[in-house]
């Protein structure tokens, strides 16, 4: 079985990875960021189309105030369908992944803030329908502030309706705004950790050998959120998916070594058996079925790191 990947095949390892880079590329652009760019596009659409109606409903006489927010309004969303304010596109023609979601977020929180400024404009009974929609939103929030916020919005009457309304979406819209950035944020972490992770099974792969080892590992990597999304019916995070076969391509490795450790004669804590099957001899099927496990189970390499970390700490001096 080891001949599968011969020693000599230093370029399929290094091709694996980089044909996996460019999954992770994919996946950050074309099927994270490009369903937000698309919600994004809508918004800015309906964003435009209440403003025109706005513009258009002025009446004779406009006021200087009331043209100059709504100049303002359709100034931020031009820049928002710009191309180079969102999406790096290097043709005309460029596809979806050229949207990063450090600039999606950015986006969301200037068209929020277009949002509210039409909020203003508004004729009263399109105020007063608002003002209901947000307080059906914020009674079936479980956060207790929102709560009283819908609470308020109920005796809330006239000018102070409307100016509680904008308080009230600004609260929703910042919320919204923070946890989306959050989101991002996970999201480049999962990114980061999985592109140094490439880098540190490529290494691994070329001085130890361990080609085979860490395919299992991946593979059980990425066999463990797909059992999860099977049992559980509901969807991993995009971080969890990305990352999951680098982990676990890493922890087979890892966790190899781990039992060659506690195997050892001179601690002798997981018998011969596993000794014979461990980092000395990747290839055997016993060992890449435990690669599997390790690269499967998260969990059962932090047992086994806290069972090695218990056999090199001292003990502790009793009181």
């Given at each position: 079985?080891?001949?599968?990947?011969?020693?000599?095949?230093?370029?399929?390892?290094?091709?694996?990875?980089?044909?996996y880079?460019?999954?992770?590329?994919?996946?950050s652009?074309g099927?994270?960021?490009?369903?937000r760019?698309r919600q994004?596009?809508?918004?800015?659409?309906?964003?435009?189309?209440?403003?025109?109606v706005?513009?258009?409903?002025?009446?004779?006489e406009?006021?200087?105030?009331?043209?100059?927010?709504?100049?303002?309004?359709?100034?931020?969303?031009?820049?928002?369908?710009?191309g180079?304010?969102v999406?790096?596109?290097?043709?005309?023609?460029?596809?979806?992944v050229?949207?990063?979601l450090?600039k999606?977020?950015a986006?969301?929180?200037?068209?929020?803030?277009a949002e509210r400024?039409l909020?203003?404009?508004?004729?009263?009974?399109?105020?007063?329908?608002?003002?209901?929609?947000?307080?059906?939103?914020?009674a079936?929030?479980p956060?207790?502030?929102d709560?009283?916020?819908a609470?308020?919005?109920?005796?809330a009457?006239?000018?102070?309706?409307?100016?509680l309304l904008?308080?009230?979406?600004?609260?929703?819209?910042?919320?919204d705004?923070?946890?989306a950035?959050?989101?991002y944020?996970?999201?480049?972490?999962?990114?980061?950790?999985?592109?140094?992770g490439?880098?540190?099974?490529?290494?691994?792969?070329?001085?130890?050998d361990?080609r085979?080892?860490m395919?299992?590992?991946?593979?059980?990597?990425?066999?463990?959120?797909?059992?999860?999304?099977?049992r559980?019916q509901?969807?991993s995070?995009?971080?969890?998916?990305?990352?999951?076969?680098?982990?676990g391509?890493?922890?087979?490795?890892?966790?190899?070594?781990?039992v060659?450790?506690l195997?050892?004669p001179?601690?002798?804590?997981?018998?011969e058996?596993?000794?014979?099957?461990?980092?000395?001899?990747?290839?055997?099927?016993l060992?890449l079925?435990?690669?599997?496990?390790?690269g499967?189970?998260?969990?059962?390499?932090?047992?086994?790191?806290?069972?090695?970390?218990?056999?090199?700490?001292?003990p502790?001096?009793?009181?």
């Amino acid at each position: 079985m080891g001949g599968l990947l011969p020693r000599g095949g230093d370029w399929d390892l290094a091709l694996v990875c980089a044909c996996y880079l460019i999954v992770v590329y994919i996946t950050s652009r074309g099927l994270i960021a490009a369903p937000r760019y698309r919600q994004l596009q809508g918004r800015i659409r309906d964003c435009r189309a209440r403003a025109d109606v706005l513009g258009a409903s002025g009446g004779g006489e406009q006021d200087p105030a009331r043209t100059a927010a709504l100049t303002a309004v359709h100034a931020r969303l031009d820049d928002l369908e710009r191309g180079h304010m969102v999406v790096w596109r290097l043709r005309p023609n460029a596809l979806v992944v050229a949207i990063p979601l450090s600039k999606l977020a950015a986006a969301w929180r200037v068209l929020h803030a277009a949002e509210r400024q039409l909020l203003r404009l508004e004729p009263p009974e399109e105020t007063t329908a608002r003002v209901l929609a947000l307080r059906l939103r914020l009674a079936a929030s479980p956060e207790r502030d929102d709560a009283e916020l819908a609470a308020s919005l109920a005796t809330a009457e006239g000018p102070a309706a409307r100016a509680l309304l904008i308080a009230a979406t600004e609260h929703v819209h910042r919320r919204d705004d923070t946890a989306a950035e959050q989101e991002y944020e996970q999201q480049r972490i999962a990114l980061w950790l999985a592109i140094t992770g490439l880098g540190a099974v490529l290494l691994l792969g070329l001085v130890f050998d361990h080609r085979l080892t860490m395919l299992m590992g991946a593979l059980g990597g990425f066999l463990s959120p797909v059992i999860g999304v099977l049992r559980s019916q509901r969807p991993s995070s995009w971080g969890v998916l990305v990352l999951a076969p680098v982990g676990g391509a890493l922890a087979a490795s890892g966790g190899l070594l781990l039992v060659r450790m506690l195997s050892d004669p001179e601690l002798n804590l997981l018998g011969e058996v596993f000794l014979a099957n461990s980092w000395d001899a990747p290839t055997r099927p016993l060992a890449l079925a435990i690669a599997l496990l390790f690269g499967f189970s998260g969990t059962l390499f932090s047992r086994l790191a806290l069972t090695a970390t218990g056999q090199l700490a001292p003990p502790r001096p009793r009181v």
